[in-house]
């Protein structure tokens, strides 16, 4: 079928190693993800969900994702909570099974959702292109929702008017039941065989309408006995003068369960033909919601999709593979106070040995490198900063943790080495390995040679590889061989705590003595300890502690120097903002000096008329007029000269590093969030809602991202918006189901504070109805001093249910 199965991998030959998954915990990620299903079968599809090899494959995952977060971001209601997995129901079906009233409710509420979200896509389809080629699957023109429409109720009931003889049989087992039910009626309300009754009602026993007889009174009454009380005192009767009755309702009973199975066979018959397009439906939706899913998990995830790269072509030993990866965090810890990390090799970098204390962070380092990897290629977005780009491998190998087995008898070390020796017999340059505390649990020095014999082989193999470890023989190792890279997680020892900080370039620091002398190990043992470490070993320690020290001052240094930026930013912000008033005041004090000027060579003017019209009578020469007249025609010329005013240069921060379509941003000028959708040399186009806006990218911040507080100054000095001044009502107004006055006032007023706030344009949603709220609506516009001009809305705005009024700069 086109376009379908794009999210579960359609190359056999590959598969994923599955220690591996189980090793990085991926069965959690795949349960999260299935909390997010609408319906059982795309919940089915998500436990299937599994990594792809091939970027292609990849790269489509990710398009759907990235599609399906477009549709939560302009709040299309696309849902899937009303489909259900129709399949079993519709075998049934082929193999002339007769489906229940329920089972063909499921089939017509599915159709209505495939049809809905068909038309949803069909809007949509220039932003969400893959999705809506997958929705072109989806049937139309079946004639089955009509059908059972027309024969079940929304409560499982056949209508009478199913069938002619369906509605006979039922109205004739009405006209029954009331005479039954007349003639039974006598015997409760005559006083003579009222006393006889146990009760005062009509009940019903094997099917039969009876009366509750008291036992001493058997006989009297004419009746057939179906029953008895466990007391023996009632029994259960049918009078013989309605059995008649009873036994014609009862054949009226099983004619019309007779018909309502003819009338279900031929409907399920129905489904039976469109067997293929109902099963491919089903199969379609559960794609459709699985994206929706893999996008409502990023969005709580605050997720954002990587750059999926293939392996380069590269010289010598680098296998070609990239890793890198800004403030990413463990998926499965809590994102608000799980450390993020910077995961970033460089292109002569294809292996990374981390070193730090227990429990530090290396195995969450490993973890965090090695979900992501595997999110990114199963088509999930990764917790990390746009900009990260990871390379499809074709397999991840994973050791980590304490591999012991008391029923194998193997100790940790055995289980370590057995782990590795499979890892090594499988692993090729498309795979990437990930080792914890490689050559542990045996004798260090051996342990230690053991970790580097497995590391140069995984290099000269060229096997992108992260390893960590507690042997300082292999920082040395990392810090001579090329291909490899120090890292190490930090530890702060004034806490005697892990910081669980990633530093890529720099080897971890032995910190057992440090530790020992600061919880109050005599100072003497301390010194005989040092006594026993090679000096050589003493000196590097020293020097380590020497860089960290002058990173930790670098730190501090390029802290202040944003410090001094910032500070900066505010004193050229504060000059300017002073400029502004200075400008204002100028601008006031000319603007009053042109205004007087005005008046006065009005004044002027008409003394001269009148001394023109006082000339002309006594018939005296007017040139020396005219000339004054000139003069003063020059000059009110000058005086209607508008006054200038002045707008200082204001410094601009433009986003840190490039954006990237789909990245979450911030328009300063409107105070609105959006998602990039182009981008230029110097402008963006960031879509708001079903709004796309071109903004330059001064106006542009990264969400998340902060601002800095002169470029907050900035924005509040905009001339789009101005918070202190006013608070922007949102761009969207909604006055469906207003009387037509009351709409106008509401809209008056809602002009008055969008044209205050600087809005640049807004959207009036007035529906479309009769069409009389819209020419009111439109009509006042275009009488409103704050509207530049107005239009209908696109087609995916509402088209003209929607106008949308462009204001003038306030």
């Known amino acids: 079928m086109s376009g379908a199965n794009f999210l579960i991998p359609c190359y056999t030959n590959f598969r994923m190693n599955e220690k591996a998954l189980e090793t990085l915990e991926f069965h959690k990620i795949i349960s999260r993800l299935v909390e997010y299903a609408h319906f059982s079968a795309s919940g089915d599809l998500a436990r299937q969900l599994r990594p792809t090899s091939v970027l292609d494959e990849a790269l489509t995952r990710q398009k759907a994702t990235r599609e399906a977060k477009f549709i939560l971001s302009v709040d299309a209601d696309i849902s899937f909570f009303n489909a259900q997995d129709i399949r079993p129901s519709i075998g049934l079906a082929r193999r002339d099974g007769i489906l229940e009233p329920q089972d063909l409710l499921a089939i017509k509420n599915s159709l209505i959702v495939s049809r809905n979200v068909r038309r949803i896509l069909e809007s949509i389809a220039e932003e969400a292109p893959h999705l809506y080629e997958l929705s072109v699957n989806l049937p139309v023109g079946l004639g089955l929702v009509d059908q059972i429409s027309k024969t079940i109720t929304d409560r499982g009931d056949v209508l009478d008017s199913a069938s002619e003889k369906l509605s006979e049989i039922r109205r004739e087992m009405k006209i029954t039941y009331e005479r039954m039910m007349t003639r039974m009626q006598r015997f409760i309300s005559e006083s003579s065989t009222a006393k006889m009754l146990q009760e005062p009602i009509i009940t019903q026993r094997n099917g039969r309408n009876v009366l509750p007889l008291r036992a001493e009174f058997k006989g009297k009454i004419k009746a057939v006995i179906h029953d008895q009380s466990a007391s023996g005192a009632t029994l259960f009767i049918e009078p013989l003068a309605v059995v008649e009755w009873n036994n014609r309702y009862r054949e009226l009973e099983l004619k019309e369960r007779d018909e309502v ?171 990437l390995v990930l080792l914890d505390e490689l050559g542990a649990g045996t004798d260090p020095q051996e342990g230690s040679a053991l970790a580097r014999a497995v590391m140069t082989h995984l290099l000269d193999s060229s096997i992108t590889s992260m390893i960590a470890t507690h042997y300082p023989e292999l920082k040395a190792y990392a810090h001579t061989t090329p291909g490899v890279l120090n890292a190490s997680v930090e530890f702060n020892l004034k806490t005697l705590k892990p910081t669980y900080h990633l530093t890529i370039g720099l080897p971890g620091r032995s910190n057992a003595l440090a530790i020992a002398e600061r919880l109050g190990l005599p100072q003497s043992i301390i010194e005989a300890a040092k006594a026993e470490i090679n000096p050589t070993d003493l000196r590097a320690e020293d020097l380590l502690d020497e860089i960290h020290r002058q990173r930790d001052l670098s730190r501090q240094a390029r802290g202040a120097a944003e410090d001094a930026q910032r500070e900066a930013e505010m004193l050229s912000n504060t000059l300017a903002n002073r400029l502004d008033q200075i400008e204002d005041e ?110 330059r990218l001064s106006d542009v911040v990264r969400k998340g991202e902060p601002e800095g507080e002169a470029q907050k100054e900035k924005s509040k000095k905009s001339g789009i918006t101005l918070p202190d001044m006013i608070e922007s009502p949102g761009m969207e107004l909604d006055i469906r189901g207003h009387r037509i006055d009351e709409g106008l006032d509401t809209l008056d007023r809602y002009l008055e504070r969008a044209y205050l706030a600087g809005l640049p344009f807004v959207r009036i949603i007035h529906g479309k109805g009769t069409g009389r709220l819209r020419d009111s609506v439109r009509d006042a516009l275009g009488h409103n001093p704050h509207v530049d001009r107005f239009e209908s809305g696109s087609r995916t705005e509402g088209g003209e249910g929607v106008t949308v009024a462009h204001l003038k700069t306030s």
């Open 586 to 695: 100028r601008f006031a004090t000319l603007e009053q000096a042109r205004q007087e000027g005005e008046r006065e060579l009005e004044k002027f003017r008409e003394e001269l008329e009148g001394l023109r019209r006082q000339l002309a009578k006594a018939r005296q020469p007017l040139e020396v007029v005219d000339e004054v007249e000139e003069t003063v025609e020059a000059l009110e010329e000058e005086i209607a000269e508008p006054v200038v005013r002045k707008t200082p240069e204001k410094p601009v921060r433009k986003p840190k590093g490039p954006l990237r379509l789909g990245e979450k941003v911030h328009l300063r000028s409107i105070d609105q969030d959006g998602v990039v959708t182009s981008i230029g040399e110097d402008e963006v186009e960031v879509q708001i809602g079903r709004l796309r806006i071109r903004a």
């Open 261 to 431: 199975r003819r009338i279900l066979a031929e409907l399920s018959h129905r489904i039976a033909l469109h067997a293929a397009p109902l099963n491919l439906m089903v199969e379609v939706m559960a794609e459709m919601d699985l994206a929706m899913m893999c996008a409502r998990y990023a969005e709580d995830l605050d997720a954002v999709e990587p750059e999926m790269v293939g392996i380069r072509e590269t010289p010598g030993k680098h296998p070609g593979s990239t890793i890198r990866l800004y403030q990413a965090r463990h998926p499965l810890l809590d994102q608000k106070t799980v450390v993020p990390i910077d995961v970033d090799l460089d292109k002569d970098t294809y292996a990374l040995v981390i070193t730090g204390p227990n429990t530090g962070g290396k195995t969450v380092t490993l973890k965090t490198v090695g979900l992501l990897v595997l999110m990114a290629q199963s088509g999930l977005q990764i917790p990390a900063q746009s900009g990260s780009a990871l390379s499809v491998f074709d397999n991840i190998f994973a050791d980590i943790g304490d591999e012991q087995s008391i029923e194998q008898s193997l100790s940790t070390f055995s289980g370590h080495v057995n782990n590795i020796v499979e890892i090594l017999r499988q692993a090729d340059p498309q795979s």
